[in-house]
């Protein structure tokens, strides 16, 4: 993108991750806060599943941030669910997803029960959304980068509806709960976030020495082991849990069952596990994602 026109900073796209939440209803109410700092930019402030924030709970019906795909878009205009219908009606206003979408950038907030600290989830390597990141990346403690590479037609996430996207993942943090130091922390990150759009729209950004970040890239999702009959029968080991960006090695103990067994991770290579125990991700058949480490320039 030659410059950023549209943005949306959004929270509640699950509506039991309170950091987001609270930021969306504290903007809404002084919007300067963040519109100053791009006076040039339409910014939308947006509380993406107001019906799950109501109930404190992750979604009514259907994951909103699985409703996202083509396919799902593209579908029966009415249906009994929450999610399904909510996703078209933002489609509709902010799509529609694809080269005509009317948004330009997505800043996405949300919460992780894992020891995640600040992560800047990037599902493409956009001109912008890299510098931004890398930048925000050395200036800010605690800050790590995952690419999560995404064909975005096929991509379920709201942030796929802009021409780019970031999601801001913040953690540990339990859900339902807020705390103070994240809470802050990701209030920062966004306005630099908007600063940096600022300087991109003025090629200020892209004149600036591009940086060496270290970058975690998706890998795979893993499973818990399970018994016959699609049981989980094994834990998180307790050496790997909160171990979020850490190397996991071949042999090294990465689950234990419930008789105090230790199951080894049996690879060829090295992994590096981000959202450890999730909670939101045991219905999902997720223990953790392996990822890739790697030093990049952006």
Same mark, same amino acid.
């Given at each position: ?5 549209? %943005? ?13 939440? $609270? ?19 339409? %910014? ?8 799950? #924030?109501?109930? %404190?709970?992750?979604? #009514? ?8 795909? *083509? ?6 205009? $009415?249906? +009994? ?9 933002? *489609? ?55 690419? $999560? ?11 796929? +509806? ?39 729209? *003025? ?11 270290? #970058? ?5 999702? #893993? ?5 016959? *009959? ?30 105090? =067994? ?8 090295? %992994? ?12 999902? =058949? ?13």
């Amino acid at each position: 993108m030659d410059k950023i026109k549209t %943005v949306i900073i959004s929270g509640g796209t699950h509506g039991n991750e309170l950091t987001g939440v $609270q930021l969306i209803k504290k903007w809404t109410t002084n919007p300067e806060l963040c519109k100053n700092k791009v006076p040039d930019v339409q %910014v939308d402030l947006l509380m993406v599943n107001p019906a799950a #924030v109501a109930i %404190v709970r992750r979604y #009514v019906d259907h994951d909103l941030n699985r409703s996202f795909a *083509n396919h799902m878009l593209t579908g029966s205009t $009415q249906s +009994l669910c929450v999610e399904w219908n909510r996703a078209q009606e933002l *489609n509709g206003t902010y799509g529609p997803k694809g080269d005509s979408t009317k948004t330009d950038l997505i800043l996405d907030i949300h919460n992780t029960e894992s020891n995640m600290g600040i992560c800047l989830i990037l599902s493409t390597k956009d001109p912008f959304t890299t510098r931004a990141s890398a930048q925000i990346a050395h200036e800010f403690p605690n800050v790590h980068i995952y690419y $999560q590479p995404e064909e975005r037609g096929a991509s379920p996430y709201f942030g796929t +509806l802009a021409r780019a996207d970031v999601c801001i993942e913040v953690g540990p943090q339990s859900h339902g709960t807020l705390q103070a130091s994240l809470f802050e922390q990701t209030e920062q990150v966004v306005y630099r976030y908007l600063e940096l759009i600022s300087e991109w729209n *003025n090629q200020v950004l892209q004149k600036k020495e591009k940086k060496k970040v270290t #970058v975690f890239t998706q890998h795979r999702d #893993v499973d818990y082991p399970r018994d016959s *009959n699609g049981n989980i029968s094994a834990m998180i080991h307790p050496s790997l849990h909160s171990s979020d960006y850490l190397e996991l090695k071949p042999g090294a103990p990465l689950f234990r069952t419930f008789d105090g =067994k230790d199951i080894p991770f049996e690879n060829d290579h090295s %992994v590096w596990p981000l959202f450890i125990n999730e909670a939101a991700y045991y219905e999902k =058949k997720i223990a953790m994602s392996f990822t890739l480490k790697s030093i990049e320039e952006w």
